[in-house]
């Protein structure tokens, strides 16, 4: 069966400091990987998305950015951490291929704290 | 604009008590609309999938519908444990993403 790791759990980091959040997938080949904000009491937002390795599109401009070295591993960075940057990261993944209609599964997630 | 909204914001059920959650969508075309449940502190958890107008889908206490511009989560005779947030998601025919909803916060009071 499938599982996805996502780590760590929880996380605070000064503003201005840098960000490496990671997600792992296993008991799938070339599946979509996403990655997804929710801040309090809102819904998730779709960041990043990602169809194969090196292939990543980005939803929203901002300070965050996406890599996918690995066909089941994708990790969300930051250079510089705002207060605006807090919130629960959730990772996704949904079968291969374009245009696919199997639904997300999602991590566990990471509560992020920007002081 | 792909767009999704949940009605209500929050629902407060006493046990047993039936009741629907909406969720309305504005997409250029269908692929998929997908309902999940989230526990606090959790990632959300797949409930159901629907792909066509008309379509039902059971499991529990639960039924989920579909109709060409929104969806009906039913909950019939809840029980506290179905205490979470049930989210909605729209999978446009265009892409791979997946449009969310703010969700329904649900209390089920025993």
């Known amino acids: 069966s499938q599982t996805i790791h996502q780590w760590p759990a929880t996380l605070v980091q000064p503003v201005g400091s840098p960000l490496s959040l990671e997600c792992t997938v296993e008991g799938t080949s070339n599946p979509n990987l996403y990655w997804y904000r929710q801040a309090a009491g809102r819904g998730l937002q779709l960041l990043f998305y990602s169809v194969g390795i090196g292939q990543i599109s980005s939803e929203v401009p901002q300070n965050l950015s996406a890599s996918r070295p690995q066909d089941r591993q994708f990790i969300l960075s930051s250079k510089k951490l705002l207060l605006s940057d807090s919130g629960f990261y959730l990772c996704?993944?949904?079968?291969?291929?374009?245009?696919?209609?199997?639904?997300?599964?999602f991590g566990n997630g990471t509560r992020l704290t920007v002081t | 604009e792909d767009q999704v909204t949940q009605s209500p914001e929050a629902l407060r059920l006493q046990e047993g008590e039936s009741s629907s959650l909406n969720c309305s969508y504005t997409?250029?075309?269908?692929?998929?609309l997908f309902w999940y449940r989230q526990d606090p502190g959790k990632g959300p958890e797949f409930l159901f999938t629907?792909?066509?107008a008309g379509e039902e889908k059971e499991k529990e206490r639960l039924k989920a519908t579909l109709t060409k511009k929104e969806s009906f989560l039913h909950i019939t005779a809840p029980k506290p444990e179905d205490s979470a947030t049930y989210l909605c998601?729209?999978?446009?025919?265009?892409?791979?993403?997946?449009?969310f909803g703010t969700g329904t916060s649900l209390t089920v009071i025993p």
């Open positions: 998601a729209v999978q446009p025919i265009t892409g791979n993403q997946f449009y």
């Open positions: 996704a993944w949904s079968g291969p291929g374009q245009g696919n209609n199997s639904p997300l599964h």
């Open positions: 629907l792909y066509s």
């Open positions: 997409v250029s075309g269908l692929r998929g």
